[in-house]
């Protein structure tokens, strides 16, 4: 499975941006399909994922904020990102996971200005 994500930039505090992965290999074999971030000098760490069954899962830290998910063919994961903070400030990845691989994309960078 191969992830490429894009859709980052520049953005005013209180706005919005709209991440994009491009999914593509053995895309039946993905479990579970995430967004994760890297502030700098900061662990990485879980945005919001989605299973294969649909359930979704979003940090504390996000949610209501933004919103995670796909479409149809699976080929796109999303991430809806509002009312964005300058914590949220970071280098996005997609990720998949199956049950023995789990893959990054390249990562977008997403600066927040306050």
């Known amino acids: 499975v191969q992830l490429q994500a894009s859709g980052g930039g520049l953005v005013e505090a209180g706005g919005f941006l709209r991440l994009s992965c491009a999914v593509s290999?053995?895309?039946?074999?993905?479990?579970?399909m995430g967004w994760y971030r890297q502030a700098r000098g900061k662990q990485r760490e879980l945005v919001a994922d989605i299973t294969s069954g649909g359930a979704a899962n979003d940090a504390d830290s996000v949610k209501g904020r933004f919103t995670i998910s796909r479409d149809n063919t699976r080929k796109w994961a999303y991430l809806q990102m509002n009312g964005l903070k300058s914590d949220d400030t970071a280098v996005y990845y997609c990720n998949a996971r199956g049950t023995a691989y789990s893959n990054w994309g390249q990562g977008t960078l997403v600066t927040v200005s306050s």
């Open positions: 290999g053995r895309i039946s074999s993905i479990r579970v």
